[in-house]
């Protein structure tokens, strides 16, 4: 296993590393932001695109507060140093509330909300703008990323990024390979990958890529257990902490990562597959419904 990590390293680590040096992130929310960070850390510049200022500012805000963090980490005490660190990553990212003004970039990542039409007519937009050496990529968790692009032309120089959540804190970028990329898009993926820090492993274009195909019957049958009774919430987590080693359980993920995201994964694998195991849960289908979406509305599985 470890020889295999360490291929996948080097991997990314080729000649065309430092290809991507300007990236657009299409989408403010935690998941652009995030990607957002990573890239500006990375030395690279960052235009973030959304439509609603407000969410611009949140992002900004957010950022800036995440790299005092990580250059605390990095420096320690050293007050300049970690001053330094932030202000040369925070001046690297732009905001824009228009993609047509963000669109002369190496990379344009769309990190929106997880519907097919309108990733399709964001995506159609960004390929007739996009100067033609600019590569395309979604971060969709579920969606074929090949009817995200169906009406795209350059099919060569598209392909999935799928973070996880947080971005700066998880290792892992899935980079999912589309049915026509090129060879020299997905080195330069890989690379780019390998520049902000990450370790990158590759994918068909398959439902739920890698770690959503496997998480999610993991913890449906979770929810489940907690629906039937069979255990409290607390020592279904406890359980898989203590007896599997796992940093977070199940049902505290779930929460962390939002049930109505949750939900749409499970229900999207489902239809592309029919495997039982991702089929609808009534608890699932009841909470999201009353709004209980886990940490950010303050209550899912836990109250927060």
């Known amino acids: 296993m470890n ?91 732009k905001v824009a509330t228009k993609v047509e003004d963000a669109v002369n970039a190496d990379l344009i990542i769309e990190a929106i909300v997880e519907k097919l039409d309108v990733k399709q007519e964001l995506f159609n937009k960004l390929d007739q703008l996009a100067p033609g050496h600019t590569i395309l990529a979604t971060n969709t968790s579920s969606i074929s990323v090949n009817e995200i692009a169906a009406g795209i032309k350059r099919k060569d120089r598209y392909g999935g990024l799928h973070f996880f959540n947080p971005v700066p804190v998880m290792r892992l970028l899935e980079v999912i390979k589309g049915e026509q990329m090129s060879e020299e898009t997905y080195q330069a993926m890989l690379a780019w990958g390998a520049s902000i820090g ?24 979770a929810i489940r257990l907690y629906e039937r009774g069979d255990a409290s919430a607390q020592d279904i987590d406890i359980a898989m902490k203590l007896g599997a080693g796992y940093p977070m359980g199940p049902l505290e993920l779930s929460d962390y990562t939002g049930l109505d995201t949750k939900k749409f994964v499970l229900g999207t694998i489902y239809k592309k597959t029919s495997n039982p195991v991702f089929r609808p849960i009534p608890l699932l289908d009841k909470l999201v419904e009353e709004g209980k979406l886990g940490r950010k509305t303050g209550e899912g599985f836990y109250k927060y």
């Open 198 to 221: 990450k370790t990158c492993i590759t994918c068909k274009d398959t439902p739920g890529f890698v770690v959503n195909r496997l998480l999610g019957p993991y913890s449906a049958e």
């Open 3 to 93: 020889k295999l990590i360490g291929v996948t390293r080097n991997f990314c680590s080729s000649s065309t590393r430092n290809a991507i040096k300007t990236v657009t992130v299409v989408g403010g929310g935690l998941m652009g932001s995030g990607i957002a960070q990573v890239a500006a850390q990375a030395g690279q510049n960052v235009t973030i695109v959304d439509l609603q200022p407000e969410i611009l500012d949140k992002a900004q805000k957010s950022i800036q507060n995440n790299l005092v963090r990580v250059g605390k980490k990095l420096y320690k005490d050293d007050a300049s140093k970690v001053e330094a660190f932030v202000k040369d990553s925070f001046d690297r990212i």
